[in-house]
């Protein structure tokens, strides 16, 4: 096998096809011209069919400089808590650890786990709780945070949530079932979560 690993690396450098980023690609959409052309031969009295991005905005661009604020959309599957709202850092609770993102953040897209999620904007910090999501951070200041669930934190009681986990503590110790287990673990999991994020 290690005999034929310098011809596999010759070849991947030799290569000339590169896949594009999102920021190469044009904001606008451009249809494909030989996919049309090979349509109007095949079916000519057809137009053609549209894909998704015909029908999406145009992208904002990405900007030359670093802007000075974020764009935030925070939303869930029934409202939207941020929409285009501009502030100064926002801290996700990625699976990898805390992330902090601030205007020009380099394009990331992070899957959150049961945390805090901060808003920063000036001297004015929003804090959420959050049991999951994902955090898609564009190369253009935007960021887009999608949670399944998310409450601000000081709606939170901190006795149900001591009463929460000691009912899952106790499920977890006495599940008999892999599917007992799963959701005594999952209940454990995010009342932790909570714990942490009232008492820190």
Excluded: C
Excluded at 32 to 47: G, L
Excluded at 125 to 145: L, P, T
Excluded at 162 to 187: H, M, N, P, R, Y
């Amino acid at each position: 096998m290690f005999r034929h690993s310098s011809r596999f690396l010759t070849r991947a450098t030799t290569m000339t096809w590169r896949r594009p980023f999102a920021t190469d690609l044009s904001a606008e959409y451009v249809a494909d011209s030989k996919f049309v052309e090979a349509w109007s031969k095949t079916i000519p009295n057809v137009e053609p069919p549209k894909t998704p991005s015909a029908f999406m905005a145009p992208r904002p661009a990405t900007p030359s400089s670093i802007p000075s604020k974020l764009t935030v959309n925070f939303v869930l599957p029934y409202s939207s808590e941020l929409s285009g709202k501009e502030v100064d850092m926002v801290i996700i609770p990625a699976t990898t650890g805390q992330m902090g993102v601030l205007p020009g953040h380099v394009a990331t897209i992070a899957e959150l786990k049961p945390g805090v999620l901060s808003v920063h904007e000036g001297n004015d910090v929003n804090k959420y709780f959050v049991s999951g999501g994902f955090a898609f951070v564009h190369a253009n200041s935007f960021a887009d945070i999608i949670a399944i669930e998310a409450v601000p934190l000081d709606r939170i009681d901190p006795n149900l949530v001591q009463k929460g986990l000691t009912e899952f503590t106790q499920k977890l110790s006495t599940a008999s079932t892999d599917v007992e287990k799963a959701e005594a673990q999952i209940g454990v999991d995010v009342h932790s979560a909570l714990n942490a994020a009232l008492t820190g």
